[in-house]
């Protein structure tokens, strides 16, 4: 993994589309069913939208019927880190990057094997490099 990423929250202002910057840097959420990277099967690396760094092989992705990209594993264990989040009403896990520290989504145990895992995403926290 490179090494963490800090900026200060009016940078990422300027970097990130409004969008981006509500999802990625105040844990927001993007509708079901609408993100761009949804319905990609290509293969390659999703990475964060924030910083770059590569997060899920496409060969991990699964159509969960949630609405969002979803996982089973991620690259390597140190590629996210998982956070307490008992916002709204429930106790679930979230997923940041662990190298800019922004929110990609929440992990789930309703996956399928060999994790039982389901790394639930959002389209706007994630870039996509298709393999050459």
Not at 36 to 49: H, W
Not at 84 to 105: N, P, Y
Request: proline content about 7%.
């Amino acid at each position: 993994m490179s090494p963490e990423i800090k900026k200060t929250e009016d940078e990422w202002k300027r970097e990130l589309t409004p969008e981006q910057y509500r999802i990625l840097r105040e844990a927001g959420t993007e509708a079901p069913f609408t993100g761009k990277l949804l319905q990609n099967k290509a293969d390659g690396t999703y990475a964060c939208a924030a910083c770059g760094a590569p997060l899920f092989a496409a060969k991990t992705k699964f159509d969960s019927g949630s609405g969002w990209p979803s996982f089973f594993e991620p690259l390597s264990k140190d590629a996210v880190e998982l956070r307490s989040d008992d916002s709204h009403g429930m106790i679930r896990t979230e997923v940041r990057c662990a190298r800019c520290d922004s929110h990609l989504g929440h992990l789930f145990d309703d996956g399928p094997q060999p994790t039982g895992q389901r790394y639930c995403m959002n389209s706007v926290s994630l870039g996509f490099e298709p393999k050459k």
